[in-house]
């Protein structure tokens, strides 16, 4: 069949394509550190917590989740039925927890901005916005377990174990972790000593978490006869190599870097300091990005052969 | 009252014409897409699979037509979003809405079966034992078109008839799929 030919047929069946997963990428990657963004930034001390800016960040990156989540349906204006079955389908519970997430992040942002808005001081504004914080917070770390149990499905072995959870988990608190910290040091010009080497040392040891996850899936799928017609090797070849060596640079390299440039002069190592946080977020990010991608892309459907 | 309706196969009479598959696409009027879906023959709600057992030169090999087992608890109405996926009350066939349906395939990833397909208007379909057939008293496509009579169907009382003293297995699985599978005699 001609080029032209073969081109008709995608004008006469427009919507009969490929499933394409970049839209479950953007809307899992995220979601996943938009709910991390959060939790972080309400765990920190005080002195650490940057919280309006905290919350405009996850709500940004909740917002453009969502669409990703949009755009993966053939029917987008059909999107809120995605809710009604909430009673049995997990998939129905993660879009009901999405929307409670970013709905109650915009709830607290919109709150906190109350007084600006009114024109009048009020200290309850403050108080009532963090109550909405730690209800998103809850609806986030439940929306973690419900995107991770829509993935458990048999029919899919290498999604269907439990270090999918602990990769979802893992990866947001990661995530979560640079993203608050690179705001607090784009927001503070001067950073004391000891909340630095902290902070990096918790990116340090979550990236660890992180990679100590990635490699579980690896040897837990070594062996699995799926493969046939779907690689082993993209969970183990460069992809994978890439991927580990954006979370290593990233999560690892770049915060110790950060902590040396300590000792450069006052007036440069803040500006450096922020711009190597921003890189690590970025790697991380893309990191993130290409887990996920091998995650959709090495998942061969396994269609049940009879048992009688 | 439930009369759960239900599929009879018997693999020694099957010669793997493939005629319930193209009668299948047929009726529902399921493109090919053969060129426009490389390696995929387009949405396929009926397909023949072919098992092997064995060792030459005792080795045998069977071809079985497998649907949507319109199973007694489908994993793909469960984990459907929008609740497009149904069972109906008076005979249990397993029918999706295409009006409800947003097009998430969630249903596919479900389905040990792989009888939900994505189809060319940007849904998700799946065999309704040809509905239209059924209420014009007349068999479903793939039944009418065997050419071995190789596939039946019925309640599980007319099946248990025409069993008539051979041994049948009901597919086993959580979902409890109605499938029953007649032994080589």
Redesign the interface.
């Known amino acids: 069949?001609r080029p032209a030919?073969?081109s008709a047929?995608?004008v006469?069946?427009?919507?009969?394509q490929?499933?394409s997963e970049w839209p479950l990428i953007i809307y899992t990657v995220l979601l996943q550190s938009a709910v991390g963004t959060l939790i972080v930034g309400l765990l920190w001390p005080r002195s650490w917590q940057i919280s309006f800016e905290n919350l405009l960040v996850t709500l940004a990156l909740g917002a453009i989740g969502m669409l990703g989540a949009i755009g993966?349906?053939?029917?987008p204006l059909?999107?809120p039925?995605?809710?009604?079955?909430w009673r049995?389908?997990?998939?129905?519970r993660e879009?009901l927890l999405s929307v409670t997430f970013v709905g109650m992040v915009f709830l607290a942002g919109l709150i906190y901005l109350l007084p600006v808005l009114v024109g009048s001081e009020s200290g309850h504004s403050a108080l009532v916005a963090d109550v909405f914080r730690v209800l998103a917070g809850l609806a986030g770390l439940a929306l973690l377990g419900a995107m991770s149990m829509?993935y458990l499905?048999?029919?899919?072995p290498v999604w269907n174990h439990l270090d999918t959870s602990a990769s979802f988990y893992t990866g947001a608190f990661q995530l979560g972790w640079a993203v608050s910290a690179t705001l607090l040091f784009v927001h503070v010009q001067r950073i004391e000593a000891a909340p630095l080497v902290l902070i990096a040392c918790g990116l340090i040891v979550l990236t660890l978490l992180r990679i100590y996850i990635i490699l579980r899936v690896v040897e837990r799928l070594r062996g699995l006869n799926v493969y046939r017609d779907q690689p082993y090797s993209w969970l183990t070849g460069r992809i994978r190599q890439i991927r580990i060596v954006l979370a290593v640079v990233g999560g690892v390299v770049t915060p110790l870097f950060s902590v040396a440039v300590m000792f450069l002069p006052e007036t440069f190592s803040a500006t450096v300091t922020e711009g190597i946080w921003i890189l690590a977020v970025l790697l991380l990010f893309l990191g993130e990005g290409m887990d996920r991608w091998v995650f959709f892309e090495a998942s061969p459907?396994v269609?049940?052969?009879?048992?009688? | 009252m439930l009369k759960q309706l239900a599929f009879l196969f018997d693999p020694t009479r099957c010669i793997n014409c493939y005629s319930c598959e193209i009668a299948c696409k047929q009726e529902n009027a399921l493109?090919p897409?053969v060129?426009?879906?490389p390696g995929t023959t387009?949405p396929r709600w009926r397909r023949v699979?072919t098992?092997e057992e064995g060792v030459y030169p005792d080795a045998r090999v069977w071809y079985?037509s497998?649907s949507c087992m319109h199973c007694g608890d489908p994993d793909c109405m469960?984990?459907?979003?929008?609740?497009?996926i149904s069972k109906r009350a008076e005979d249990g066939i397993a029918v999706r809405d295409a009006k409800?349906?947003?097009?998430?395939?969630?249903c596919?990833?479900?389905?040990?079966?792989?009888a939900p397909q994505?189809?060319?208007?940007?849904?998700m379909e799946k065999c309704n034992l040809c509905l239209g057939l059924l209420e014009k008293g007349e068999l479903p496509a793939c039944v009418a078109s065997c050419a071995g009579g190789a596939i039946q169907f019925g309640t599980v009382d007319e099946i248990s008839q025409k069993v008539s003293g051979r041994a049948a297995?009901?597919?086993?699985?959580a979902t409890d799929p109605q499938?029953y599978?007649l032994a080589a005699r």
């Open positions: 069949m030919e073969t047929y995608f006469r069946f427009p919507h009969y490929r499933e993966h349906l053939s029917s059909r999107a039925r995605a809710i009604l079955n049995c389908s997990w998939l129905s879009i829509s499905v048999p029919t899919r459907s269609i049940f052969p009879p048992r009688f | 493109p897409l060129d426009a879906q387009g699979i098992l079985i497998m469960k984990s459907c979003p929008s609740g497009a409800k349906c947003i097009g998430c395939r969630f596919s990833w479900a389905c040990r079966f792989g994505f189809g060319t208007d940007g849904h297995m009901k597919l086993a699985g499938f599978l």
